[in-house]
Structures are given as structure tokens and as C-alpha cells.
């Protein structure tokens, strides 16, 4: 049976299993999943384990191995632009919906109440997390590391990326003699790590299943009914980006078949959408854009992880819809010139943010902040839409490692790549 099959069924187990937890009130399975829930967590850590090596060597042998130095800077910058565009493209997609949708988010004042009294003491928190988080200017200064080996420490990724391809570039100008052991040595090290990742990757079933039935058993559709309108907005704005925004950029710059493109990456997809995390998701991102897209390693090993730090178009859609949700519902309409700062501050906070879960509500709250009058706490907003939050990071996740292997597919082939490796993803002629 293949992963994917596995992964699948653990999945739909583990909604089954949690809704009726939830829904009947069985106190002892719910305790029973959420406690299992920590085999999910440490399976999170053991392939988060493997991003580190996997990312430094596969970046140092990709960036060493494109030769022409020069070529660094174009993939770099045609990522980066790419990148940029498609996340405001999505804050855009988002507002349109969300000014069509939630001019009146229908809450009654006991669901308000309700919502409030259970999540403000944890939106607080989210507001401290968030104030005490860097700022732009600071994330963009922070990209040269003084101490790369306490960037890796820290797990800090945009000065991990800038130490490892200003390392790879440094190796591609050496003499061949002294270039090759370095190399080998890095090959070495990124083939282990993929040993690893398989090997883990065969633990995926038993945590998807952890994972998914604590989520479902803790939170169920008692929140979800309070929030239907506002969530369903923000999973129809998510499938938009994807069926309009990727699905237009893998016919017309990458030139495949978009339906085969995402049968060939859906194992990712479900990774992604049981851990929240595109870090936790990035190994097995990695080896898919390369055995079932056909991407070379050169573009993925820069690009992938590049978009696992700083592409982050679900995340920066779903900011701009709760940002509306929760101007509607404590302050009311927001104007033109306010909903352009929101497209602006949501593409730029998303540079930098956590491949975690949850890193999405702490760069919520700089958009919030940016959004609504000096008046309001955010803590308030937060409180309204914390309880579905764990649900709808799952899904924008989902699409933002989505996007991360369309646009290694749509650079790759700007480099003027075939991706042989794939050539049944190309659309009939």
C-alpha cells in the first residue's frame, strides 16, 4: 500500500474517530487522543531534526554546483519576485471575499461572550509573543548571521540560507581540487538525511492519526458552528489561490498539467495539512519537487526552503479575512485606504515568519494592529477566531507548501529545465 493510501486512511480515522469523540462526549477517548497527540508532536521533531542538515547541505551542493555565480543571484531574484506577487495576490483574493462575505458576520452576542471568555487570557499571550517578535526591518538585518552555528542553534532559517549559499557560492570559485572533498563531504551528509526521512516518513500513518484526532476531539463543531461563515471564507479564498493563482502559473509559466501535477505532490499535501508546519513538511518537499516533479536540485534546494521561510500566501490570505472578520465585529467597516495597508503589511510580515503552527496569528496581530484603531485590543480579536485556528492553519498550510513546489516547478523552468523526470505532467500538444 502506498504512503499516500496510508497517510489517507490514518487521516480520515482520525476525523471519524475525533467527531464522534466530540460529539458524544466520550470524555475518556477524547483524553485517550489528545494524549496520544504526543506521538504526533514527536514525530514533528524527529523530521524537523532532519531540516537543519538537510537544508544546509542540499543548499551548499545545489548553490556550489550551479557554476556560474551569477546564476545565484537571477534564481534568487526571480524567486523572491514570484513569491512576493503570488502572496499579494492572495491578500487580495481574501479582501474581495471578505467584502462580499462579512459585511455582517451574523454572531450573536452570547457566541461573542462565549468566544471571548474562553480565549482572551491566550489571545493576550499571542499579543505579548507578538510584541516582544522582530520587526521587518529587524527580520531583513537579521538575514547576515554573526554566529551561523547559533542560527542553526536557534533554528533562525533566512541566516541558515544566507550562510549556506554565500558558503556554496565561495565553494563554486575554488579549484576543483580543493572544491571536491567539501562537496563530497556535504553529498554525503544530504544523502544520509534522505535515508532518514524515509525511514521516518514510515511513522507518517501513526502520527497523521495522532495528530488529526486530537485537533477533532478537542475542538469538534461547537466552535466551528460559532465561526462557520468566517471559516468557510477563508477555505474558499485558499481553494481560489489555488485553482486561479497555481493552477495558472502550472499551465502557463511551468507548462504542465496542473490535475497530475497535484496527484504527483498530494503525500505533501497531507504532511502538511496534519502538522501545520511547512519546516516539519520541508524534507518531504524537498524530495518530491525532485523525484516526482522533476525539478533539479540546484532550483529546489534554493527555492523550497527559500518559500518554507518566507512564502507564505495561505498564511497572508487567511490575515487579510480575519482581519475583516474582526474589524466587522468590533468596529465595523474598514476603508479602502485601511484595506490597502492591510494588502501591504500582510505581504510584507509574511517575510520572515515561523514555518510553525500557529506563527500565523502572531504576524495576524501586526496586521491587527496596523488595522484597527489604537482603541481596540487586539486580545479582543484574537479571542473571537483562536478556537478554529488550529483547523484553518492546517488548511493554509496545506497551500502554502502548495506553492512552494509550484514555484520551484514555474523556476525551474524559467532556467529553461524540461523536468524529464515528469514529463508525463506536461499537457497534451
Request: net charge negative.
Amino acid at each position: 500500500m502506498q504512503l499516500y493510501t496510508k497517510i489517507m486512511i490514518a487521516l480520515v480515522l482520525g476525523v471519524v474517530i475525533g467527531l464522534v469523540a466530540n460529539l458524544l462526549g466520550l470524555d475518556w477517548l477524547v483524553a485517550f487522543l489528545v494524549g496520544i497527540r504526543q506521538f504526533g508532536d514527536a514525530w514533528i521533531d524527529l523530521i524537523t531534526m532532519v531540516v537543519i542538515p538537510l537544508v544546509v547541505a542540499s543548499l551548499i551542493v545545489g548553490t556550489a554546483s550551479l557554476g556560474d555565480i551569477t546564476k545565484v543571484g537571477r534564481i534568487g531574484g526571480k524567486t523572491m519576485a514570484y513569491y512576493l506577487a503570488t502572496t499579494a495576490v492572495a491578500v487580495v483574493i481574501g479582501l474581495v471575499l471578505s467584502n462580499i462575505f462579512l459585511r455582517n458576520p451574523g454572531m450573536s452576542e452570547e457566541a461573542l461572550a462565549g468566544l471571548r471568555g474562553t480565549y482572551l487570557e491566550e489571545g493576550q499571550s499571542r499579543v505579548e509573543l507578538a510584541e516582544r517578535a522582530p520587526g521587518l526591518v529587524e527580520v531583513l538585518r537579521g538575514i547576515s548571521p554573526r554566529n551561523p552555528i547559533e542560527a542553526l542553534a536557534n533554528f533562525e532559517m533566512l541566516p541558515i540560507l544566507f550562510f549556506s549559499v554565500f558558503f556554496g557560492a565561495a565553494l563554486s570559485v575554488l579549484a576543483t581540487a580543493k572544491r571536491e572533498p567539501v562537496l563530497n563531504f556535504f553529498e554525503g551528509v544530504n544523502s544520509a538525511a534522505t535515508v532518514m526521512i524515509h525511514w521516518i516518513m514510515k511513522l507518517a500513518p501513526y502520527a497523521v492519526f495522532a495528530l488529526i484526532g486530537a485537533v477533532i476531539a478537542q475542538f469538534g463543531a461547537d466552535v466551528l458552528g460559532s465561526l462557520l461563515i468566517y471559516s468557510l471564507v477563508v477555505v474558499l479564498g485558499l481553494l481560489l489561490h489555488l485553482g486561479l493563482t497555481y493552477m495558472a502559473a502550472l499551465r502557463f509559466l511551468a507548462r504542465l498539467n496542473p490535475l497530475r501535477f497535484l496527484r504527483r505532490v498530494r503525500s505533501v499535501q497531507l504532511v502538511a495539512f496534519s502538522t501545520s508546519s511547512s519546516n516539519a513538511t520541508l524534507p518531504l518537499t524537498l524530495e518530491t519537487a525532485e523525484e516526482e516533479v522533476g525539478v533539479s536540485k540546484e532550483v529546489s534546494s534554493f527555492v523550497l526552503p527559500l518559500g518554507a521561510t518566507i512564502n507564505m500566501d495561505g498564511t497572508a490570505l487567511y490575515q487579510a479575512v480575519a482581519t475583516m472578520f474582526i474589524a466587522q465585529v468590533l468596529v465595523g467597516d474598514l476603508t479602502l485606504a485601511a484595506q490597502f495597508g492591510i494588502v501591504l503589511t500582510a505581504t510584507l510580515a509574511s517575510i520572515g515568519a515561523a514555518g510553525v503552527p500557529s506563527a500565523g496569528i502572531i504576524i495576524l496581530i501586526v496586521v491587527l494592529q496596523q488595522a484597527l484603531p489604537p482603541t481596540v485590543d487586539p486580545a479582543a480579536g484574537i479571542a473571537l477566531i483562536l478556537g478554529v485556528d488550529r483547523i484553518l492553519d492546517m488548511c493554509r498550510t496545506t497551500l502554502n507548501v502548495t506553492g512552494d513546489l509550484t514555484a520551484a516547478a514555474v523556476i525551474a523552468r524559467s532556467e529553461g529545465e524540461t523536468l524529464e523526470a515528469s514529463s508525463d505532467l506536461n499537457p497534451a500538444t
